[in-house]
C-alpha cells in the first residue's frame, strides 16, 4: 500500500516534470508560497491535500497511486510470519502458488472446487500478507521479484518436505517432456555459486516461458513442476562406511 510519504515524493518529481513552481502551486491551492514548501519538505500531509495537489497538476489521484505501488521494491523472500500465514490453510497455500504462476481469478475456479467468493476472500488475504496487490475486477499485482524463493528453512519449504516431496519423487519421470537426473561429483567450492547462478537461470527460463504462454489455449499447455536442487551431500548409509 502506498504510504503518503510515497506519494509526495512522487508528486514533488510531477511538480519538476510539469515545470510548475512553488509559486504556481501556491496560488492553485490559495495557500503561501512558505506554507507548500515546508508542507512537501515534511512530506506529510492528508490526502485531501495530495488529491488537491493532483488536480492542480492535471493528475489523476488513482494513478498516481499506481506509479507510487509499481515502484516498491519486489520481494526476494517473505518473512517468517508471512510464510507462516500462508501454509496455515490449505486452501490459501494452493491460490498463493497460483497467484504465483501468474492464475486469473477465472483459472483458479475452473480448475479447483473453490467458489468465486472464497477465492476473492483468499486472494484479499494474500493482499494483506503481502504477497500481491488486489486490484479492481479481482485482478492483482504480484508483488515478488523474479527471484523470489520460499525460505529455505521456513514454514513453507518445510510443509513441502513433511507433504509433498515424497509424493513429487514417487512418479515416473518417464513421460513427455519429463525427466529426473542424480549426477554427483566433487568440484571446485569456488566453481559451486557459479552452478547455482545456471539452475537460477533454467528456473527464471521457465518462469518467463509460462509468462509467455499464457496467451496459449488451455489445451496447449500441461502444468510441470521444475524442481532444482544442489548442496554439500553425502547418502548417510554411505556415511555410515567412511572410514
Known amino acids: 500500500m502506498s504510504t503518503t ?35 512537501l519538505a515534511k512530506g506529510d500531509m492528508p490526502l485531501s491535500r495530495i488529491d488537491a495537489i493532483c488536480r492542480a497538476l492535471k493528475l489523476d489521484f488513482a494513478e498516481l497511486a499506481r506509479k507510487v505501488a509499481d515502484a516498491q521494491p519486489l520481494l526476494a523472500q517473505l518473512s517468517e510470519a ?30 479447483y472446487r473453490l467458489s468465486q467468493a472464497e477465492c476473492i476472500g483468499y486472494l484479499a488475504q494474500l493482499d494483506r500478507i503481502g504477497i500481491i496487490e488486489l486490484k479492481p475486477l479481482n485482478r492483482y499485482r504480484l508483488k515478488l521479484a523474479k527471484t523470489f524463493r520460499w525460505r529455505p528453512h521456513g514454514p513453507v ?47 527464471q527460463d521457465f518462469a518467463q516461458q509460462h509468462q509467455a504462454d499464457q496467451k496459449l489455449a488451455d489445451k496447449d ?12 551431500w553425502e547418502f548417510g548409509a554411505f556415511v555410515a562406511l567412511r572410514r
Open 5 to 39: 510519504a510515497d506519494l509526495v515524493a512522487l508528486l514533488k518529481k510531477e511538480l519538476k516534470t510539469a515545470r510548475m513552481t512553488y509559486a504556481d502551486l501556491a496560488l492553485a491551492l490559495g495557500m503561501a508560497e512558505s506554507s507548500v514548501k515546508r508542507m
Open 82 to 111: 508471512q510464510e507462516k500465514a500462508v501454509v496455515a490453510d490449505k486452501k490459501l497455500l494452493l491460490v498463493a502458488i497460483c497467484v504465483l504462476s501468474q492464475w486469473t481469478l477465472e483459472q483458479v475456479t475452473g480448475s
Open 157 to 203: 519449504m518445510d510443509y513441502f518436505r513433511d507433504n509433498a516431496l515424497l509424493d513429487y519423487f514417487s512418479g515416473g519421470f518417464d513421460g513427455s517432456g519429463e525427466g529426473l537426473l542424480l549426477v554427483h561429483g566433487s568440484i571446485s567450492r569456488g566453481l559451486a555459486p557459479s552452478f547455482m547462478e545456471r539452475m537460477q537461470r533454467v528456473a
Open 221 to 232: 499447455r500441461e502444468g510441470y513442476t521444475l524442481l532444482l536442487a544442489m548442496r554439500s
